[in-house]
């Protein structure tokens, strides 16, 4: 029964945080291209639109938060993929777009293969909550954040590059984010969770993961290339740590990590022709309107 809550809150936040990342992101696109970072934030701080994301997106975490507290991270994060199909209808659903039947076929296949790995890995928390480990949090932190300096600093590569690496540390912050988050909140209470180093460590790390995600979307034109490469960087990154740091357990037999590997590859199938079909999608209606964004996200 605690799995179902966990389940359910954790894809009522991630249709929160998807959906409202596609506001965001229609707001930064409205903006010409700035200077710098700190101009692109400064700008998008003074749009309603963005505000209206944010807002949808508080309350898709709060969902999330929840379902971190009775769920184990091996669970939850996994099924925030599901945020790439959300993303895709609310982009076709602002743009007062049709989804086509291709994306809709591929939309269910990610759920199929979402659902498979989780009935196959089927994750659990620990009986106990370990002591964490604090060196694999520390790696994940160093190589996100180098990973992101260089999408910030990468002069004269393509928007598309440097838009795939800030989305790579962006997944790699989230991932670690819902770590600490999960640390943080095995708690006895709520003030405990909320003076303790992980809760901490999470408020940084999030806001490392936001500036990047802020930056990538600018430079993605379309939420579904960069939410793809988030969508599946962040529970890689967030199981593999809930393994390592918080003693979760998976299904590790032969037989069961072949069916993990099957299902996550029809996952990454399903969100590889949403990628390419909604950039298709992109294009024509680039072609027909003339607009140098239309609103698709």
Known sequence: MTAAIALLAALVGAAGISTGTVLQQRAGQEIDEPGSTRELLARVLRRRRWWAGQAVIAVGFGSYAYALHVGPVALVQPVLVTGLVFGTIASAALAGRRLDRRLLRASVVCVLGLAAFLAIAH?????????????????????????????????????????????????????????????????????????????????????????????????????????????????????????????????TTPLALVGQVVAAAVVVAGTVVITRQSAALLDTARTDTGDRAPAWG
């Open 123 to 251: 994750p659990q928390a620990p009986a106990v909550m370990p002591t964490p480990a604090v060196t694999p949090l520390v790696v994940v932190g160093v190589v996100a954040g180098l990973v992101g300096v260089l999408g910030l600093r990468g002069v004269g590569w393509s928007e598309p590059v440097r838009a795939a690496l800030l989305a790579l540390a962006t997944g790699g912050f989230y991932g670690l984010t819902a770590t600490l988050f999960a640390t943080a909140l095995a708690a006895s209470n709520l003030v405990d969770a909320v003076v303790s180093w992980p809760f901490a460590a999470a408020l940084v790390t999030s806001l490392c993961g936001w500036t990047f995600s802020q930056r990538a979307l600018h430079l993605g034109r379309l939420n579904a290339p960069v939410n793809a490469v988030i969508g599946t960087t962040d529970p890689a990154v967030a199981v593999t740590l809930g393994v390592l740091v918080l003693g979760e357990w998976v299904r």
